[in-house]
Every structure is written in structure tokens, then in C-alpha cells.
């Protein structure tokens, strides 16, 4: 199987080891990787302030960059969710659109509903803390949010709790916001630094070692403000836990 990976612009210029991650985890895998270069932004940081006319360009490039791939695979829920949920406005009239909207996965549920991969085989011995972001269980639902009656799941779970050696705390909040929200983190500073501190109790409550999820972005913040206070808990996006353990199919 050959993908299109696109890696979104903050982890390409602050955490390049997330998208490393993710190649290795996916080669891993048995899936041919290809990285189009001349891909961009998504868009959403202009879209989420109301700049339509900004973000209209950076669709219409995506579309032409990442069309012609039978699977798009993202370690962003966010940036996913900017494709699948909202893309429809910019670039909705173009006859490709549809196939391109559903094919493009975040890479937790890429490995689990395409590769169909339930178990796997690595080894991780740590306490980790799972933070589920706002995108990928709202819109993408990658896991099941709290005030639904219903069976819970989660993919990025399902993938970590199969490694040897691994013991996933239990938050008392298990889907709260961090507070990051992109550019809310500027206009609202204090709101959202005293959300992710939130956060982050509720993990050091539970005895969170490693602090994971999907979204480097909600990571950020957390680990800015993790580092600000000096506290020693680790942060590590899922590809960079799955790569580290060794994880492959059973």
C-alpha cells in the first residue's frame, strides 16, 4: 500500500521526530510512504479566526498535492479534521473532492481501520496518560466523549494497551479541553494556561509518566507549560511511543 503523508506545518518546524516517527511506524507496517514536498498548511489556523480568503488558497493546494493518493495518512486529528469536516466550503465544487475527504486518517484509526490492526506486538514500560483532543473525539471520534451512553472506545488506546510493559493511568476527567485551541491560546492567554494546568493535575493525579495523543499541538501547550514549572513529566506524540516500542502487527 502506498500513502501520502502529510505532515502539518507545526510538527514539520518543531517537532520533526513526530513525522520521523510516523514513517518508521508506518514502513513498520509494511506501507510505502511518500512525502509530496511541495505541500503546505492546511489552513486552519486562518479559517479558525474567520479568514476564509486566506485559507481558500492552502485548500485548493492540498487538493492538488494529495488527490491523486488512494490513502492520505496525518498524525493531527485537528489538521485531519480540517480536511474531512471543513474543507467542503473551499474546495466542495471540485469533482475529486469527495474521494480525496475520505481518504484522509489521522494515524491512529489509519492503523486501525485500514490496516485493520487490533493487537501489537512492543514493548513500553511506562505509565502514560492519554490526552484525547478536542478534533479528533469530536469530529473524527477517535474515542467515545463522555456524555454519551454508549460503548466506550478508543483507537489510540486500543493501540498503546496491547504493548508489554505499558500501564495506561485513569484520568478523573477523561476528555477535557487543554485550552490550546490555536490562536484561543493568544487572545485568551489566562484562560487557556489555566485550562491546560487543569490538564495537567488531573494527570499528576494519576500518576502520568509520559503524557501522549494525537495532536502535537495540544502537546505543546501542555509541555510549555510543563517545562515552565519544571515538572518532570515527560510529553511523546503516539507515532513517537509506537516507534519507540518497537510496535508491529502480532
Not at 514500560?125 to 478536542?134: A, F, K, M, N
Amino acid at each position: 500500500m502506498r500513502v501520502g503523508l502529510f505532515i502539518p506545518c507545526y510538527v514539520d518546524q518543531l517537532y520533526p521526530n513526530v513525522g520521523i516517527a510516523t514513517v518508521r511506524v508506518l514502513e513498520r507496517f509494511g506501507v510505502d510512504v511518500d512525502f509530496p514536498e511541495d505541500q503546505t498548511c492546511c489552513g486552519q489556523p486562518m479559517a479558525n479566526i474567520g479568514c476564509d480568503q486566506a485559507a481558500a488558497p492552502l485548500a485548493e493546494k492540498f487538493f492538488a498535492t494529495f488527490r491523486h493518493y488512494e490513502h492520505v495518512v496525518c498524525p493531527s486529528g485537528s489538521c485531519t479534521a480540517m480536511v474531512r469536516q471543513h474543507y467542503e466550503q473551499y474546495i466542495g465544487h471540485h469533482e475529486g473532492f469527495e474521494p480525496l475527504r475520505s481518504s484522509v486518517y489521522e494515524l491512529s484509526e489509519f492503523i486501525t481501520d485500514v490496516l485493520g490492526a487490533r493487537q501489537l506486538k512492543g514493548d513500553f514500560p511506562h505509565r502514560v496518560g492519554i490526552h484525547q483532543s478536542c478534533h479528533g473525539l469530536r469530529e473524527l471520534r477517535l474515542a467515545e466523549s463522555s456524555e454519551r451512553a454508549a460503548k466506550p472506545f478508543s483507537k489510540p488506546r486500543s493501540l498503546l494497551e496491547s504493548l508489554e510493559g505499558i500501564e495506561l493511568v485513569s484520568l478523573l476527567r477523561t476528555d477535557e479541553c487543554c485550552g490550546f485551541g490555536g490562536t484561543f491560546a493568544v487572545t485568551e492567554e489566562a484562560v487557556s494556561c489555566s485550562m491546560g494546568n487543569d490538564r495537567i493535575r488531573d494527570h499528576e493525579q494519576a500518576g502520568t509518566e509520559i503524557l501522549t495523543g494525537v495532536d502535537m499541538s495540544c502537546l505543546m501547550h501542555m509541555e510549555g507549560l510543563l517545562r515552565r514549572q519544571k515538572k518532570p513529566m515527560r510529553v511523546m506524540h503516539l507515532a513517537e511511543i509506537l516507534c519507540e516500542s518497537g510496535a508491529h502487527c502480532t
